[in-house]
């Protein structure tokens, strides 16, 4: 991924969309003087939650579970957000776009 783009989280009512900046992990562990970089951050800590909650005998889904919370809790904890706004003509032509965007991807489906 390039600079800007990220990880939807969530959708606000407000049209605001919040991403994770994911573009903060693309460099080494450690920069040119020695400090750990962000992503070296997100990297040490979400070893420490997946070895703190790792279930050895658990199976596949407990396993899954461990490790999605471990990636979802460490990028919160660790990652800046990006807040990106919907443009506000999108917004107020919601009711006239959709049941076009509906109508398009139904053709896209069928044809």
């Known amino acids: 991924m390039s600079g800007g783009e990220g990880i939807t989280e969530e959708c606000g009512a407000d049209g605001c969309v ?30 420490k939650r997946v070895c703190e909650s790792w279930v050895e005998e658990g199976s596949v889904s407990e396993k899954w579970e461990v490790l999605k919370s471990a990636l979802c809790d460490e990028a919160e904890a660790v990652i800046d957000h990006e807040d990106r706004k919907q ?25």
Request: aromatic fraction near 10%; proline fraction near 4%; include cysteine.
């Open 18 to 47: 919040k991403r994770w900046d994911v573009a903060q992990l693309q460099c080494g562990c450690f920069d040119a003087r020695g400090r750990m970089t962000t992503r070296g951050k997100y990297l040490s800590g979400l070893k």
């Open 87 to 111: 443009p506000n003509w999108f917004l107020e032509s919601g009711t006239v776009l959709r049941p076009l965007l509906k109508e398009r991807i139904g053709c896209m489906l069928c044809g």
